[in-house]
């Protein structure tokens, strides 16, 4: 069997120059709350109109009462979304 050679490697940073070696600080990341809090969803009988950019602390839904029972949106969301044909 051959043998192996063993080297001895130096594998620390080389200073020619004789000057100090100051490694850099680096800042940890913080952690921050999420900035946009999920809206509440409305109850049965409230309006499910989207009002707002979604992902935005302005975002919520409209919640006024419903045109008729068991519609999605209010009489005025409803006039919007929806087209008599």
């Known amino acids: 069997m051959a043998k192996m050679q063993s080297f001895d490697l130096d594998l620390a940073p080389h200073n020619e120059l004789g000057l100090e070696i100051v490694p ?23 309006c499910c109109y989207p ?23 209010c009489l005025e969301h409803k006039r919007l979304c929806h087209v008599n044909r």
Not at 24 to 46: C, D, N, Y
């Open 24 to 46: 850099e600080e680096i800042e940890a990341p913080r952690l921050e709350e999420p900035r946009v809090k999920a809206p509440l969803s409305p109850e049965f009988g409230q």
């Open 51 to 73: 009002i707002g950019e979604p992902r935005t602390l302005g975002f919520r839904f409209c919640a006024a009462p419903v045109a008729q029972q068991g519609a999605p949106y």
